[in-house]
Each structure stands twice: as C-alpha cells, then as structure tokens.
C-alpha cells in the first residue's frame, strides 16, 4: 500500500517589504508581542509545522534615509521566540540569524537554550551578509569578501554543531576544541545536549552555491518558485545532490515561501488579490521599487507615466541594505519588455513583475492545488507569508486545512513533542 505524501506548512511573520498591507485597518505592530503571539497560535491552531521569523541587522536606507516603507523597527529574534514558547505548546520555532556576525560558542548556546525551554522546537535559518553597510553596526566594515561567506557559513555551523555534541547524550559535559580557517576555539560549553540532539537547521537560497550548502548541512531549504515546473526542477536539483553526502531524500524538506488568497468563487479571489496588489504597490512604492534597481533618483517621475529610457547606475549606494542585484541592466530591460508588451506605466509594471508565487481561488481549489505541488515532487510543504499582521492567517487556517485534511494530505493532530517529529527529520546522530 502507498503511503500518501504528507505536506509541511509553516508561518512567516509579516512586517518587512511591502508585502505586508499596513493600510489595511486589520493591520497591527510588527513589534508588539500580541502580534507575535496572536500568529503563532493560528499557526498551532492549525497544526503548522513551524513559526518563522525572518531577520535584520541594520534598517535599510534610501537615499539615506530610514525606509519606513519597508519596515521601522526589528526586534531580535530569538528573544521573541523565548517569549512565544511559553505561550505555546508544539509549534516550532525558527529564528534567522546571521552567521556572518556572530560567534559560534554565543550562538550555539542561545539556540540550545531555547530548544530546552521550548522543549524541542527551536530552528536556526543560516544567513549570511557580506556588505559593509551591515559591518558598520558591528565596527568590522564588509568584514567578508562575497565569494567568503558560504566558507565561514559552512565552517561556523560545523563548529556550532560540535558544540551542541560536545555534551554526551547520557548528560555528561565533555571538552570542545575546534581550530579551523575562521574560528579557533576551545573549552566547555554550557548547555546540555538538547532535547533534539541539534535545533533543526533551515537555509534559504536558491544559488547553485545555497544549493549545495543546503543538500550538505540543512534539514529545510526556504526558497521561491513560480511554476510547478520551476518547482519541479528545484526539487530534484536540491534533492539529486543529497547522496553524495550520505543523504537519503526526506533528510531535506523543501518549503517555498508562497502567499495565499482566497475567495468564495474564483472571480472574487482574483479581484481580491489584484487589490492586494495595488495596496502593496502605492505610486510611492513604485517609484522607490525602481530606483532600487535603477540607482537613480526618479522621484521627478509619473509613477502613471512609462518607464525610464535611461541605463540603470550598477555602481550606486542610493539603497543600502539590500542584496545587490546582480544583473539590473537584466531587470530593467525585462522590465521594459513587459511595460511595451502590455502597456504598462511604472507602477502597473511593479504591480505585475514584483508578485511571490501566489495561490489565489477558492478554499477548495487551493487545497487542491498545494497538495498537487507536493504529490508531485515540487515542494515538501509551504512557508505561508500573510499579508496582513496578525491575522493574515486566520482564513487558511479556518477555511483550507480542513480541506487538506479531508484530502489526506496533513495531520489533523501533532504526533510529535518535537519540531524534528513534525518535519519527519531523523535525529542527529551524536558525534562527540
């Protein structure tokens, strides 16, 4: 008999880029913890895998000034998941956090203390940052060249791992050293070997080079496609590269990031997200959208107006605290092909090309659809990201789980205590 394939959901927290619709009079605090609170029980309501919450080390500027259309204020992340274990009972809880400047020991022991307080249900998403925008919050510049932040990532969660196995299974506290390219470290570590054996590992990216650092040291990969046949390829690209790490397929969990969009027919789940559309995208966003690949200022522009005939400046600091667009010269001309090709002003433009991959439709015909991403080998399961704090989850988790479950395809209980049983992860095997 087959088993049928299970699918994975998770939460992302709104509040950052123009994802998230603070005109909306539903909309609340990215800061406040009832928000936090509020998300993270619709997700365990919901029976979701984990909760996540997405980081930043310093706000961007533009033009050198703080981008409050993007997001004013970030509160570190670890500290609210802390405060959200106590206020939950089986709900994971994944915090992004840089890799590139932290310290191994500070960092491996935060996360095994949540994972006890949580009682098993801590996850760390590995990012990096090479630019010295972010440096100068820590007084280290760009600190690192590009092409040196997957080598300190790779090296920093090997050591962060041999610290978490630096205590025995049995309890018994054991010496650590580790002397390699970027670290050099020894002593005793504090924490006991926590109730996971490791804190389940996310990585986000989509690069050849996130592909391979994902199939060697993650347990999910957090990444974006807009197909079921982009899907498709990601997956057996991610999962093809498994076995020469003495990888078996399910080790990995493939998640993307998606937004959902609901109507009680077709027609109104269409019109209701072009709407979110035009509110995530003001004339004033639209302009700011451009320049942040043009380089330029173009607030002389008609956000209704065509796009602009001129290059974009590669070599700009308008925006800082970006990932920098390798290719704007790409983007602009694709840009421009889709402006002639239908007509579009600058901010129809934005509307049209900035979109995550979306399901928008009816409860029954998104059930339908997310369960055919998984049963065909395009995704594991999904990262959800609302629209709206905190209660862009709560119509999902009303409306389509249900239908989910009827299909078979996800628990209608947690058989687990930890995010490891939730995910289907195997437990690590100790290495002391």
Not at 160 to 183: C, I, N, V
Not at 290 to 304: A, H, K, N, R, T
Not at 356 to 371: K, Y
Not at 400 to 419: I, K, N, S
Request: charged content about 25%; overall charge negative.
């Amino acid at each position: 008999m087959t088993v049928r394939k299970q699918l994975h959901l998770a939460a992302h927290f709104p509040g950052v880029n123009n994802t998230t619709v603070w005109a909306d009079p539903r909309s609340s605090s990215q800061i406040d913890f009832a928000s936090f609170e509020h998300l993270a029980r619709t997700a365990e309501r919901g029976l979701f895998d984990f909760f996540f919450l997405a980081e930043g080390l310093r706000l961007r500027e533009h033009k050198g000034r703080i981008h409050d259309l993007d997001v004013v204020g970030r509160p570190e992340s670890i500290t609210v998941l802390n405060a959200l274990a106590a206020v939950t009972e089986r709900l994971g809880l994944a915090a992004t956090v840089n890799a590139t400047f932290n310290e191994p020991y500070e960092l491996a022991r935060r996360f095994a203390t949540l994972d006890h307080l949580s009682g098993g249900r801590a996850a760390w998403n590995v990012v990096t940052s090479s630019d010295a925008f972010t440096g100068e919050n820590f007084r280290r510049g760009g600190f690192l060249d590009r092409a040196d932040r997957y080598t300190r990532a790779a090296e920093f969660l090997s050591t962060t791992r041999e610290l978490w196995d630096s205590w025995t299974p049995e309890g018994l506290p054991r010496p650590f050293a580790h002397r390699g390219q970027h670290f050099d470290i020894a002593g005793e570590f504090t924490v006991p070997r926590s109730p996971q054996g490791h804190p389940v590992v996310i990585q986000a990216g989509d690069s050849p080079q996130g592909r391979e650092f994902a199939a060697s040291a993650a347990d999910v990969i957090f990444t974006r496609h807009g197909t079921l046949e982009a899907g498709r390829e990601f997956y057996a690209d991610v999962k093809g590269r498994l076995a020469k790490y003495g990888r078996a397929p399910e080790d990995l969990k493939i998640m993307p990031g998606v937004t959902v969009v609901l109507g009680d027919t077709a027609a109104e789940a269409q019109e209701r997200a072009a709407e979110i559309r035009r509110l995530q995208v003001s004339p004033q966003h639209a302009i700011l959208a451009l320049e942040q690949i043009w380089g330029v200022d173009l607030s002389s522009y008609d956000p209704d107006g065509p796009l602009p005939d001129i290059d974009p400046d590669p070599e700009s600091a308008l925006v800082q605290g970006r990932v920098k667009i390798a290719d704007p010269f790409a983007i602009a001309e694709k840009w421009r092909a889709l402006s002639r090709e239908k007509g579009l002003s600058i901010r129809q433009t934005m509307i049209e090309a900035g979109g995550r991959q979306s399901f928008i439709g009816t409860p029954e015909s998104v059930a339908a659809e997310l369960d055919e991403f998984v049963t065909k080998d395009a995704a594991d399961g999904f990262i959800l990201v609302p629209h709206l704090t905190p209660g862009g989850l709560d119509e999902f988790v009303d409306r389509v789980v249900p239908l989910l479950q009827e299909r078979g395809a996800f628990r209608t209980e947690y058989t687990g205590t930890t995010l490891r049983s939730h995910l289907g992860l195997p437990d690590p095997v100790w290495k002391g």
